[in-house]
DNA sequence: CTATGCATCTCGCAG
DNA sequence: CTGCGAGGTGCATAG
């Protein structure tokens, strides 16, 4: 990771032209060779990028242009579409480079986590009488996302997804048969849990005496603000 | 505009909750408070950020952050939707400023106006034996995109637009009323070119008399780019 | 001001 | 690999 804070113009020549005036920014070279063009204000997009795969090179200066005061030119070319992108530098103010090595990621606790968590809170919504007994119970195959028990204190297995589809119902049917051979749970009642089911996973689930059950994230999220206030 | 570079950890919780485990990357710190925290990779999207408004606070650090080596927090907070960044600091790299001042902006010459100067260059693509009388013709409630004549020296007014739909349609139809008023023009003959025209529109437009044209943006630039190789 | 549609969208998943 | 939909979308324009 390179960074150059540098008086500068930038060209694009792609899908659309666009030319950013000189002025002072920030230059991110990235290892893939891409480019971004940050300004000290907007939101995370760039004034101007290049996306990788890509590569960058460093244009030998015509006399005009060093007239012109300019004291590298770089060319940044898209290796598949050919798009163009040419920073002409003027002043370099800062040139540093940095060995970051490959990141992590992102672990996003996304939605279904989250679902996982606001229902365990609102476990009444599966049904009057329900009791948590634990998130994540976990079997031979696998964790179930939640295990409950309803008013007569039956156990219920709960499966949950942002969007239900037929592999989720799958999912769910396998830790069933699991469960339902363990004298200490069994019977074992299945409850398909999503925002959004889809047609064929309701009909493959209620055709496997799976309930489905569609979760109103935002009313969730509306209750457990009121109730926390985070 | 500050930048660092650091080993951290970043955690968001707002819509979603997400962890960024420790690592290298580099922060940026815009002076509107907004923070993005970029790795040496991916696109132009950081791996996390917060979008302005927002404030930047640094935390008091306690005995166990301290004790989990963190030599700095920081605590970014959306101003409206008060969603929260925390960025935890390991080790700082490098730490520096740079006064940027106002970006003069983008300049975008967009594809509908890259469109007109195409058509403009090509034409002949409306019909054969055409010519161009000028872009931009001014008219009382605005300019027409293209004033072309046909082959026989009947005027065509030309609308451009990159997605057609109802809307442009009409626009071209209160061009039309007018400059059939004017006997230096009349009669004059309406064309309505886009990348792609939808249904509706075209309807619309054969019903008023009005010809539709389907401009390939992609052959007509590289008829561009073979006349003048950029 | 909010609502709507586009984007050099990016990103992830299903088919 | 390609097409489709969602996004902490961002962004400009119309109403």
């Not at 666009?18 to 070279?29: G, T």
């Amino acid at each position: 990771m390179r960074i150059v804070v540098a008086d500068c113009s930038v060209d694009y020549a792609g899908r659309l032209s666009a030319h950013l005036p000189r002025a002072k920014r920030v230059l991110m070279l990235k290892s893939d060779g891409s480019v971004l063009v940050h300004s000290d204000g907007g939101s995370y997009k760039p004034l101007n990028w290049m996306s990788p795969p890509c590569a960058l090179t460093t244009l030998e200066l015509e006399d005009e242009q060093h007239d012109a005061g300019i004291v590298e030119a770089w060319q940044v070319v898209h290796a598949k579409t050919g798009d163009k992108l040419i920073v002409s530098l003027f002043e370099i103010m800062s040139d540093s480079s940095h060995e970051l090595g490959v990141d992590p990621g992102l672990i996003k606790d996304g939605v279904e986590a989250h679902l996982q968590e606001l229902l365990a809170d609102q476990i009444e919504l599966v049904g009057d009488g329900h009791q948590l007994v634990r998130r994540e119970y976990m079997t031979a195959i696998g964790p179930v996302d939640i295990l409950a028990r309803d008013a007569a204190g039956a156990s219920v297995a709960i499966e949950i997804k942002r969007r239900g589809g037929i592999d989720g119902v799958e999912q769910l049917t396998r830790y069933l048969e699991l469960m339902n051979r363990d004298p200490a749970l069994a019977p074992v009642q299945g409850v398909f849990a999503a925002q959004e089911i889809k047609p064929q996973a309701r009909t493959l689930a209620e055709d496997r005496g799976i309930r489905c059950l569609v979760l109103d994230y935002d009313a969730m999220r509306g209750m457990e603000d009121h109730n926390t206030l985070f």
